[in-house]
């Protein structure tokens, strides 16, 4: 248990960390659970106070129009990405609003970078990973088209490739038929020769 000696300095502490006084102190205070995170209202993404929204909004048309979503999902997966682009670049202006010293360029506080670097990288992984399964996406859906396509085109070409076989299958019989009479033609013939040259022997 505590003293009544640490009890007392505990008490004095507290009155000393009373939190921020000043306006621009509790403005700040009251983002800070912000800074780093999602900020939704009415379910769309928003920026915060210092942030330029027209400029997070030009984001996506960018992404919307360089990925040309096809479907619901990729329309997700690209308004995924923005967030996370959009939160990869605040880690890298909260560091350089909070990390350096403006006039040597040094770092100022180590405790903070290492945490926006984490939010950086954090960010930058979600995107890459939304950015990996779109483009699965759609290879995946496109070579489900072109397995459809492939399945219409063979479905299409199947009466012609059953004719072909047919007549396949009618010049085969025909070459047969035709190999059977020359044969009997070349036995008749045979058998023809070999009267006459009885008959020419028994005339001598």
């Known amino acids: 248990m505590s003293t009544q000696a640490q009890i007392i300095a505990n008490q004095a502490n507290a009155q000393?960390?009373?939190?921020p006084?000043?306006?621009?102190?509790?403005?700040?205070?009251?983002?800070?659970?912000?800074?780093?995170?999602?900020?939704y209202t009415a379910g769309h993404f928003q920026v915060l106070p210092?942030?330029?929204?027209?400029?997070?909004?030009?984001?996506?048309?960018?992404?919307?129009?360089?990925?040309?979503?096809?479907?619901?999902?990729e329309?997700?997966?690209?308004?995924?990405?923005?967030q996370?682009?959009?939160?990869?670049?605040?880690?890298?202006?909260?560091?350089?609003?909070?990390?350096?010293?403006?006039?040597?360029?040094?770092?100022s506080d180590e405790k903070k970078f290492a945490l926006y670097q984490r939010y950086f990288v954090t960010h930058d992984r979600a995107f890459q990973k939304?950015?990996?399964?779109?483009?699965?996406q759609?290879?995946?859906?496109q070579n489900m088209e072109i397995g459809f396509e492939r399945e219409k085109r063979n479905q299409s070409m199947?009466?012609?490739?059953?004719?072909?076989?047919e007549m396949e299958i009618t010049m085969l019989q025909i070459k047969e038929s035709e190999a059977a009479r020359q044969k009997l033609r070349e036995e008749f013939a045979g058998t023809q020769a070999e009267g006459d040259l009885t008959g020419q022997k028994a005339a001598a």
């Open 130 to 136: 939304c950015l990996a399964t779109l483009l699965k």
């Open 75 to 82: 329309h997700l997966l690209v308004h995924n990405m923005s």
């Open 21 to 39: 006084t000043t306006a621009e102190g509790k403005a700040a205070s009251s983002q800070n659970r912000l800074n780093h995170g999602l900020r």
């Open 50 to 73: 210092w942030e330029d929204q027209h400029e997070y909004h030009h984001l996506i048309m960018d992404l919307l129009e360089e990925y040309a979503p096809q479907t619901p999902s």
């Open 84 to 107: 996370s682009q959009w939160l990869r670049d605040r880690a890298l202006r909260l560091q350089e609003r909070w990390c350096f010293d403006p006039e040597t360029g040094e770092i």
């Open 16 to 19: 000393k960390s009373t939190g």
């Open 158 to 165: 199947q009466p012609l490739r059953e004719m072909h076989k």
């Open 138 to 141: 759609r290879k995946d859906r």
